[in-house]
């Protein structure tokens, strides 16, 4: 079945910091991907997305690349602030299938 | 636009009691997902209604959780009797149509506390 594997956290940057946090993914074909994010005390809601290889999806300064070939869509954003810690999900759904997601990585940005 | 509604944000009960929770999605949203997202661990996929037909629930436990949405609009998660596993967050979501790549808007989540 789809699954969907990302770092175990908690990651601790320092403000302005580059952020990577690792996605990998096992589906057959071509799923959709999603990166979503928890604010404390709120709902998930939806970061970016790609629906298919190559594709970047971005938003907020966040990039995630659909790559096929390593079955991976990492998320990475060059300077990170204060009010981006939060925890960040990685996710793929293909077709009508439920949307998969992974366990979560907590991010804490300190000043 | 107002989003998905849930109540309540929290509830603490003693095992083998009965709990409900209820969620209005945003108008017009045609699916409405139901998910327990237990400490550390993702989000897992509950049941999904498609109006007022269900789509997916092979994920429910039925011999304790029911799920209903009347009138293919708010909808109520229901556990009877409760276990300590079932503490968890309940986040209820919707979209607009229930294809793959569409975007799912999520409530706040009732926080559940087993004792």
């Known amino acids: 079945g789809n699954s969907v594997t990302q770092m175990e956290g908690p990651v601790t940057l320092s403000e302005e910091a580059f952020l990577t946090i690792n996605c990998t993914y096992t589906?057959?074909?071509?799923?959709?991907l999603f990166w979503y994010v928890q604010y404390p005390g709120e709902g998930l809601q939806l970061l970016l997305k790609?629906?298919?290889?190559?594709d970047k999806g971005s938003n907020k300064g966040f990039e995630a690349t659909y790559r096929k070939e390593t079955t991976s869509f990492h998320l990475e954003k060059g300077s990170v602030q204060v009010s981006d810690s939060a925890v960040y999900f990685c996710a793929l759904t293909k077709g009508y299938q439920k949307v998969t997601f992974g366990t979560g990585t907590k991010l804490q940005v300190i000043p | 636009e107002a989003g998905v509604a849930q109540s309540p944000r929290y509830k603490i009960i003693e095992k083998r009691q009965s709990v409900a929770f209820w969620c209005n999605p945003i108008?017009?949203?045609?699916?409405l997902y139901w998910y327990q997202q237990i400490l550390g661990q993702g989000p897992k996929l509950l049941i999904q209604?498609?109006?007022?037909?269900?789509?997916?629930d092979s994920q429910l436990p039925k011999d304790r959780f029911s799920a209903e949405r009347l009138k293919g609009v708010d909808s109520t998660l229901k556990i009877q009797p409760a276990k300590l596993e079932d503490s968890a967050v309940y986040l209820c979501?919707?979209?607009?149509?229930?294809?793959?790549?569409?975007?799912?808007?999520f409530g706040s989540g009732t926080q559940l506390s087993v004792l």
């Open positions: 790609a629906t298919k290889a190559d």
């Open positions: 108008s017009g949203h045609a699916t």
């Open positions: 209604f498609q109006n007022n037909g269900v789509v997916d």
């Open positions: 589906a057959t074909g071509y799923p959709s």
């Open positions: 979501a919707s979209s607009s149509e229930g294809l793959g790549n569409e975007k799912l808007f």
